[in-house]
C-alpha cells in the first residue's frame, strides 16, 4: 500500500470516493487532488470498506482553505485472509494509517477473490476526477 506515501507532508482537507467505493480521492488545501484506483477484474473485486478519523480534517466548508491536517507518515499492514470458508471465494482486508498532526485515519480496504488474485490499489498520478461514478465528499466516518 506504499501507494498513499505521496500524501506525506500534504495539508489535507477532503477526502471523497466513487465508483462503487473502487475510487478514494484525497483533496488538499491548494485543491489538488490524489486519486488511488483499487484494481478489478473478473474474479477479483476490491473497494474500500472502512474510512474512520475524518474528524481529524476539521470542521465546517470542506474547501475551507485554513483546514487541513498535514499528513506525517502512512503505515501499512499486508493482506490478512478474513474468510477462507470456500474454494472458490477468499475475503482480505487490508488497513491503512493515515497519521496526522491533528491524528489518525484508517482506511479498511477489502478484497474478494477466488484464491489467485490479491488485492491492489495504486496511485493515478493524472489525479482527475473524470470518469469517477457517483463522487460524493466524505463527511463521517463508515
Same mark, same amino acid.
Given at each position: 500500500?506504499?501507494? $498513499?506515501?505521496?500524501?506525506?507532508?500534504?495539508?489535507?482537507?477532503?477526502?471523497?470516493?466513487?465508483?462503487?467505493?473502487?475510487?478514494?480521492?484525497?483533496?488538499?488545501?491548494?485543491?489538488?487532488?490524489?486519486? $488511488?484506483?483499487?484494481?478489478?477484474?473478473?474474479?477479483?473485486?476490491?473497494? $474500500?470498506?472502512?474510512?474512520?478519523?475524518?474528524?481529524?480534517?476539521?470542521?465546517?466548508?470542506?474547501?475551507?482553505?485554513?483546514?487541513?491536517?498535514?499528513?506525517?507518515?502512512?503505515?501499512?499492514?499486508?493482506? &490478512?485472509?478474513?474468510?477462507?470458508?470456500? &474454494?472458490?471465494?477468499?475475503?482480505?482486508?487490508?488497513?491503512?494509517?493515515?497519521?496526522?498532526?491533528?491524528?489518525?485515519?484508517?482506511? &479498511?480496504?477489502?478484497?474478494?477473490?477466488?484464491?489467485?488474485?490479491?488485492?491492489?490499489?495504486?496511485?493515478?498520478?493524472?489525479?482527475?476526477?473524470?470518469?469517477?461514478?457517483?463522487?460524493?465528499?466524505?463527511? &463521517?466516518? $463508515?
Amino acid at each position: 500500500m506504499s501507494a $498513499f506515501k505521496v500524501l506525506v507532508g500534504k495539508r489535507i482537507n477532503g477526502m471523497l470516493v466513487g465508483n462503487d467505493h473502487w475510487t478514494l480521492v484525497v483533496r488538499d488545501i491548494s485543491g489538488t487532488h490524489y486519486r $488511488f484506483d483499487t484494481e478489478n477484474d473478473c474474479c477479483n473485486s476490491v473497494w $474500500f470498506n472502512h474510512i474512520t478519523g475524518l474528524n481529524v480534517l476539521g470542521e465546517g466548508n470542506s474547501f475551507d482553505i485554513l483546514r487541513g491536517a498535514t499528513v506525517l507518515s502512512i503505515e501499512s499492514k499486508d493482506w &490478512e485472509i478474513i474468510n477462507d470458508h470456500n &474454494e472458490y471465494e477468499c475475503v482480505e482486508d487490508c488497513f491503512v494509517t493515515i497519521k496526522t498532526d491533528r491524528g489518525y485515519i484508517d482506511l &479498511e480496504v477489502r478484497n474478494s477473490h477466488n484464491g489467485y488474485y490479491g488485492g491492489r490499489i495504486r496511485y493515478n498520478e493524472d489525479g482527475g476526477l473524470s470518469g469517477i461514478e457517483d463522487l460524493r465528499d466524505l463527511t &463521517e466516518d $463508515f
